[in-house]
């Protein structure tokens, strides 16, 4: 064989191994360009500096001479609860969108809350679908989890952010054991290091296993595993449907659980079906995932009301806060097509301690119906960045939308956050 | 829904969607090629798609002025190779303070598929000059004309044509001393 033969089976063998590559990262702004004056560059080298000092003194001596003439302090801008726990909220978040009308794939776009700025749009290689994310408490780290379609298989990647830099958004592929399953609980821990994952297996209707895994960010061993067989109603839904949350200082963590109702062979309920949110020590020993966690909240499935001819969903998504609370929101709605439900029973979002619960906002108007979403909470629980979707009659549902800070009683828009066309809006699909 | 969307186009010009789209749509038809023609100049997939990343973000910064897009496949493949080529210098420059570097890594499944005879050839390949083995690796691996490695490359026809022949004598001589 030859050289050049030798040379082109060599380097095809060595190439046909690779056969995905990493998202494109792409800054969400051009810089502006630049001017090539050499005069104007000069003088901003030197002048514009100076120009600038020369403004702040005199502004300076403007707000001291102001302070002398009326003899009193500058007050302090009185803060409000509502703008306190706005400047709390995370300025950064990642959010999940289809890349076009007609696609199924998903890409992710990192926007900025404060200004409505897109700080990278990272789209995903064409075999390539993220349909999850997560976030730290540092407003900079993420995962992004990744389902390929050419190789069935569910990868993570850490998505480490730099607004407004040349480099604003990093992917890099996490060393975690691919996972071949539908993913519905994500859940970085807030100080970044552990990824607590939930999904579940199953052939039949019948024969389903569960898993919740914690992962180290850094090596990606398996760090604890809990499994449990038998069918969760929950766990088939968006990629954090099971409300995954790091709870007690990184140390619990909280899940949905629900179990569908018992239906005897004439079809009458036996036992209906209910929904708890439980709490699981990650610290302690193994592990199954039913026997080793505790219920701290249940929740009825959906309540009707004949008279009304009405439904609430009263915990229909949740989070729990860092401190155990959980943030509820609900689904409100009529069963009979056309007709107001929300004259009856509103759509609201609700924090939950172990003591009692507390409104965090209630919609109040007409609408057909209502669903909320919870997305983010504050350690506390007083406070949820939520995403409310009201259908009204005879409008088209995203006429409702509403996406904002709920707590004190009151919805605060997030003007600036970018929902782009495709923006899916569950927990899991946007992270904050 | 009207206001967010507003905020979209608001101030700070984001980059037109053209461009966004543009770039992304020749990334998922070009960026595999550009990185298996990477890992064969550097050795290392990750270094490699470091290398794309960034000829795809510099052709994403350049597209407002870039006079003719049909061209940038081409500026691609010069940007990549040029990455390469910087990886090189850089590296043998550390050479220069490091007693025992460590060869370049080859990521498990790799070494794992690769067998014994082409893992030297790849070997030998790494050790060629940097144009040498841009030369050989365009005419051999990517089946490119003598005109087209040199459009590439950004030299002349004569420099591929002479590069490509020091290359494969290298190669031959280096491979035939590892089978004595």
Redesign the interface.
Known sequence: MS??D?????????????????P????????APVRRNRRTSRWFSWGAPIAAAAVVTALALTLALLRQADGTQPRPSVSTSDSAAAASIPRYYVELAYTGSTSSQMKAIVGDDR????IA?L?P??SQNFYGVTAAADDRTFVVMNYDNLNPQTTWYLLRIAPYTA?PARLTKLPIKPVFAHVSGLALSPDGRELAVMWRTATTQTNAVSWLAVYSMSSGAKLATWVTYGDNENLIGGPNEAGLSWVNGDRGLDFRWATPPRVSKSGKVVTPGKLTIRAVDVTAGPHDLLADSRVVMQFPRSVTQQKTRTFVTPCASSLAARNGSVVCGTVAASWVSGEEGCRYVQPSFLSYSAAAGKVLYRYQGNCLNGQSEVLWTDPSGSHAIAFLLLAFKGVKA??G?K?GVVGGGRLT?L??????SGAVDSAGSIAF | ?Q???A??A??????PLD??QH??AL??EH??PL??LA??MTGE?ETA?DV??DA??AL??R??SLRDTGSAVGYLRSTVLNGCRMIHRVRHRRQGVVLDPPAPAE?A??EA???E???E??AA?RQLPPRQREA??LR??LDMTEQQAAEAMGVSRGTVKSATSRG?AA??RM?KEEEH
């Open positions: 050289v050049e030798r040379l082109r089976a060599a380097a095809r063998a060595r190439t046909d191994v690779v056969t995905s590559v990493r494109l990262e792409l800054p969400g702004e051009l810089p200004n409505g700025r897109l749009d789209h290689t064409a480099h995203s006429a939308d996406f828009p003007p600036a956050l970018i929902v782009p | 829904m206001a967010r969307r905020a979209f608001g101030p700070g010009d984001p980059v461009a966004r770039v992304s990334y998922q960026a595999l990185v298996k890992i064969l997939q798609e794309v990343q795809f973000l994403y910064r597209w407002p990521s499944e790799a598929m690769i067998c005879a082409h893992r050839v790849l390949l050989v690796v051999y691996h494969i190669l031959a491979l």
